[in-house]
């Protein structure tokens, strides 16, 4: 797998796959997928790939259905590569971290478009437990769930244009806080109970339905 940051035509590449396979449930643009990404890796516990690549898709029922093996695994390359990199400036080069907001022409300006990014990184937060996350950090996500969470847009068109730039302003130092400090307090992550099954009774043993009588002669038939 190559190593580095994702050229544009990867870039547009992953956004295409996205669309087309994509569904209500599902991440529908690589800002998204960015946002994601960032909070799986700055998790309070370990996410497994299996995990997060199942919920990128909305659930194991939405997975696509691939043209070929290799588009699957030119996706789930891609996808690696690019969470590689953003792993690398989080931890160890955070100057160079910026969160990649989606973009958009209005009267032949590029408009900067964060909510993608910031729904994608409340998806990503909601698989796994964040309630340890201490009183003087709430500030930070809060930050990036002004931008996330639907309900807070009638805030978002109560501010003025200043303050609007701010609250975007805050979206990256508010990632990196929240990264820091879950590398820094791990937490553990929850044991998946193994299934297990009930010893079945051997054919002369009493059933254990508690009947009394052998189990060949009654739960078995």
Same mark, same amino acid.
């Given at each position: !797998?190559?190593?580095?940051?994702?050229?544009?035509?990867?870039?547009?590449?992953?956004?295409?796959?996205?669309? $087309?396979? %994509?569904?209500?449930?599902? =991440?529908?643009?690589?800002?998204?997928?960015?946002? !994601?990404?960032?909070?799986?890796? /700055? /998790?309070?516990?370990?996410?497994?790939?299996?995990?997060?690549?199942?919920?990128?898709?909305?659930?194991?029922?939405?997975?696509?259905?691939?043209?070929?093996?290799?588009?699957?695994?030119?996706?789930?390359?891609?996808?690696?590569?690019?969470?590689?990199?953003?792993?690398? $400036?989080?931890?160890?080069?955070?100057?160079?971290?910026?969160?990649?907001? %989606?973009? $958009?022409?209005?009267?032949?300006?590029? =408009?900067?478009?964060?909510?993608?990014?910031?729904?994608?990184?409340?998806?990503?937060?909601? !698989? /796994?437990?964040? /309630?340890?996350?201490? +009183?003087?950090?709430?500030? +930070?996500?809060?930050? =990036?769930?002004?931008? %996330?969470?639907?309900?807070?847009?009638t805030r978002l068109e109560a501010l003025s244009a200043e303050e609007y730039v701010d609250s975007?302003?805050? =979206?990256?130092?508010?990632?990196?806080?929240?990264?820091?400090?879950?590398? +820094?307090? *791990?937490?553990? +992550? *929850?044991?998946?109970?193994?299934?297990?099954?009930?010893?079945?009774?051997?054919?002369?043993?009493?059933?254990?339905?508690?009947?009394? $009588?052998?189990?060949?002669?009654?739960?078995?038939?």
């Amino acid at each position: !797998m190559k190593t580095g940051p994702l050229n544009e035509s990867e870039l547009e590449w992953l956004d295409d796959v996205l669309a $087309r396979y %994509g569904n209500e449930a599902s =991440i529908m643009d690589v800002a998204e997928l960015d946002g !994601m990404l960032t909070a799986v890796l /700055s /998790s309070p516990s370990d996410i497994e790939p299996a995990d997060w690549l199942l919920a990128l898709w909305g659930g194991a029922q939405h997975v696509p259905r691939w043209a070929n093996d290799r588009e699957r695994d030119h996706f789930v390359n891609l996808v690696l590569q690019h969470m590689d990199d953003v792993a690398e $400036r989080l931890s160890d080069y955070p100057d160079q971290y910026a969160p990649l907001f %989606g973009t $958009r022409e209005e009267e032949g300006q590029e =408009i900067t478009i964060v909510e993608e990014w910031c729904f994608g990184y409340l998806r990503g937060a909601a !698989m /796994s437990d964040w /309630s340890a996350l201490p +009183a003087d950090l709430q500030p +930070a996500f809060d930050a =990036i769930a002004l931008h %996330g969470k639907e309900e807070n847009f009638t805030r978002l068109e109560a501010l003025s244009a200043e303050e609007y730039v701010d609250s975007v302003e805050q =979206i990256a130092p508010a990632a990196l806080a929240l990264h820091a400090y879950w590398m +820094a307090n *791990p937490q553990a +992550a *929850p044991v998946k109970q193994p299934v297990t099954r009930e010893k079945t009774p051997g054919r002369n043993d009493p059933c254990s339905c508690g009947s009394g $009588r052998k189990y060949k002669n009654c739960c078995l038939k």
